[in-house]
């Protein structure tokens, strides 16, 4: 018997899915899974894809004839290859055409577009979604959408968050004072600067809570392109908003905290929201896509784009300490019936038992 060999490929590899590629990778090979990861070489150094035993392939997140023929060459004699998001499913099915060898898609995140674009959207999640032999996705909405979309065989795969981000290493009073938030509560909100994480609703409720006192500090982390829009707006309207740019201490930042916020137009399985839960700090988040069934009652929701919703829950929880213990317990509950990073590859390695060819095992 030889090792099952597989190919990850990641497209811009957002946070959320980069991690799972991370642990996905570090978890396959520990199990004798031969794995290489092709990806963009500035995503490889943020992640460091090697140091879980892979191999790595630079391929740029393009679809030209060049970059389609390199992830061609570095997919050859795989067994199986796994695409992570539409438009690496996409650039994968051009690169696997005339081979018989079975993709993998896992749906990330729901994208949203307006006039042309949402068309060509619709088409690019059509051709991925057909072209996989197996859809997962984080949440059932997306299940949903990946059927709607012609997946021949679309089921709910829940990507668990990475535990080494959740243990605090810095005491909280010092992560406190180096944010300016001592004798004030802290919120917490973690995520790309771009429009459909809500930041820009964010900075509306902030505008609204300025009359308590003592005044919330809201920190951001995160960097993107909406970042100088934000930054203008906190300076005229005088927010009392931070923006903190990316940060490798999440846990940290989550453990000083009194709320974590999550504003978003959509989520899956929120890394910032099972991060959260497990910390036991209290989450307001959006009732949108799958945040409902992850955090069950354990969370207060809101509608999205709700400003005055997300504001007043915002008040009332700094105002009630009992709301916010119970909020505690009730997350740390929810958190320990979530799958784990074991139950999440060992679900992914028996959809890779079922697809590869019946010599891979054999040979």
């Known amino acids: ?42 995503v490889d150094r943020a ?27 570095a997919c050859a004699g795989a067994d199986l290859v796994h ?31 307006e006039g042309a674009r949402r068309q060509i959207l619709h088409l690019l999640e059509r051709r991925a979604a057909r072209a996989a032999a197996v859809v997962l996705a984080p949440s059932s909405d997306l299940v949903d959408r990946a059927r709607e979309r012609g997946a ?3 089921r709910l ?42 930041f820009a609703t964010l900075l509306d409720a902030a505008r609204l809570w300025r009359r308590l006192d003592p005044l919330p500090l809201l920190v951001v982390a995160g ?7 934000l930054h203008r707006r906190i300076h005229e309207e005088e927010l009392p908003v931070c923006l903190l740019g990316r940060r490798d201490d999440v846990g940290d930042l989550l453990a000083a905290a009194d709320l974590a916020l999550l504003p978003s137009r959509w989520e899956g399985r929120s890394l910032l929201a099972q991060e959260a839960l497990r910390a036991g700090v209290p989450l307001v988040a959006t009732a949108v896509g799958g945040t409902p069934e992850l955090v069950g009652q354990a969370a207060e929701l809101v509608p999205y784009g709700n400003v005055e919703a997300l504001a007043r829950t915002v008040v009332r929880l700094l105002g009630d300490p009992g709301a916010r213990d119970r909020l505690t317990e009730a ?33």
């Open 1 to 42: 018997m030889s090792q099952l060999r597989t190919v990850q490929v990641l497209g811009g590899g957002s946070a959320g899915s980069s991690a799972h590629v991370g642990s996905l990778a570090a978890g396959l090979v520990a199990r004798g899974v031969d794995v290489s990861v092709c990806a963009p070489e500035a």
């Open 47 to 73: 992640y460091d894809f090697t140091a879980t035993g892979a191999r790595f392939l630079p391929v740029p997140r393009r679809s030209d004839p060049a970059a389609v023929a390199a992830l061609r060459a």
């Open 83 to 113: 695409a992570h998001g539409l438009h690496a499913a996409s650039r994968t099915a051009l690169a696997l055409s005339g081979r018989d060898v079975p993709l993998v898609m896992t749906w990330h995140t729901r994208r949203y577009a």
């Open 152 to 154: 021949r065989d679309a």
């Open 157 to 198: 795969a829940p990507v668990a968050a990475p535990l080494p981000r959740l243990a605090a290493v810095v005491p909280t009073g010092k992560i406190r004072a180096e944010l300016g938030a001592i004798g004030r509560p802290l919120l917490v909100a973690v995520g790309s600067l771009v429009p459909h994480h809500g």
């Open 223 to 229: 960097e993107g392109r909406d970042r100088a829009a």
């Open 331 to 363: 997350g740390r509950a929810q958190a320990a019936g979530w799958p784990t990073e074991d139950d999440t590859i060992a679900q992914v390695l028996s959809v890779y038992d079922e697809l590869a060819q019946p010599t891979a095992r054999d040979r």
